[in-house]
């Protein structure tokens, strides 16, 4: 079976890439694998040139296979497109999701309560095993709630509120998720070109 590799070390993205690629003939698999992998920097300005670079890194250590990264993010327009590429990190180097979530709400609250609106975004940029890119991007609009709830996914999705829905990602649940999410319209792009 051909192997695909995933430049990630996020377990909620992992889980969500192998559950929405799973019939698609391949063995995933991440850097974790590998005893000698260092993820690289994101020193890219946009979600597209640090998914370029995830990938690329991880074609220089396998170029025989198929090889994708991501990079994704929560984009509010009352934060001037922040968290933005800084959504991992938002709160500081080491901030864990509930962190940066606290940071959003509070920002928010400060800048702009009334307009929540804000949208998630994937890119993705897929090599494969003959050197040809891909990218494969997708967003879903939505807003940022008042306060976390739910307890499913990762990340912002205790506070993303998707169009047209009055309950968080986290409280609608992965099988929502899954069909709806930036990820998930990004990696139905990405199906046509595997
Ligand atoms: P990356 O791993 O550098 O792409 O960082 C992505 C960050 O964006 C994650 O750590 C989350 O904070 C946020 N994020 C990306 N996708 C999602 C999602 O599907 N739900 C909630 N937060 C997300």
Same mark, same amino acid.
């Given at each position: 079976?051909?192997?695909?590799?995933?430049?990630?070390?996020?377990?909620?993205?992992?889980?969500?890439?192998?559950?929405?690629?799973?019939?698609?003939?391949?063995?995933?698999?991440?850097?974790?694998?590998?005893?000698?992998?260092?993820?690289?920097?994101?020193?890219?300005?946009?979600?597209?040139?640090?998914?370029?670079?995830?990938?690329?890194?991880?074609?220089?250590?396998?170029?025989?296979?198929?090889?994708?990264?991501?990079?994704?993010?929560?984009? $509010?327009? @009352?934060? +001037? /497109?922040?968290?933005?590429?800084?959504?991992?990190?938002?709160? =500081?180097?080491?901030?864990?999701?509930? &962190?940066?979530?606290?940071?959003?709400?509070?920002?928010?609250?400060?800048?702009?309560?009334?307009?929540?609106?804000?949208?998630?975004?994937?890119?993705?940029?897929?090599?494969?095993?003959?050197?040809?890119?891909?990218?494969?991007?997708?967003?879903?609009?939505?807003?940022?709630?008042?306060? $976390?709830? @739910?307890? +499913? /996914?990762?990340?912002?999705?205790?506070?993303?509120?998707?169009? =047209?829905?009055?309950?968080?990602?986290? &409280?609608?649940?992965?099988?929502?998720?899954?069909?709806?999410?930036?990820?998930?319209?990004?990696?139905?792009?990405?199906?046509?070109?595997?």
């Amino acid at each position: 079976m051909n192997e695909l590799w995933i430049a990630t070390s996020n377990k909620g993205k992992l889980v969500e890439f192998k559950t929405l690629l799973n019939n698609s003939n391949f063995l995933f698999k991440s850097p974790a694998e590998l005893k000698t992998y260092y993820s690289p920097e994101e020193t890219g300005k946009t979600f597209e040139e640090n998914a370029r670079i995830k990938a690329k890194s991880l074609n220089s250590v396998k170029s025989d296979c198929w090889v994708i990264g991501e990079d994704s993010g929560l984009v $509010v327009d @009352g934060l +001037e /497109g922040y968290p933005g590429i800084f959504s991992a990190r938002y709160a =500081g180097d080491n901030a864990g999701d509930s &962190e940066n979530v606290a940071k959003v709400l509070k920002m928010l609250g400060l800048r702009s309560p009334q307009n929540r609106k804000a949208k998630m975004v994937s890119c993705i940029v897929a090599i494969s095993p003959s050197g040809e890119e891909y990218v494969c991007e997708g967003t879903v609009e939505g807003e940022i709630s008042k306060k $976390v709830s @739910g307890s +499913e /996914g990762f990340g912002y999705d205790v506070c993303f509120i998707p169009e =047209g829905e009055s309950k968080t990602f986290a &409280e609608l649940g992965m099988a929502f998720k899954n069909k709806t999410s930036h990820r998930a319209r990004a990696i139905f792009k990405l199906k046509e070109v595997l």
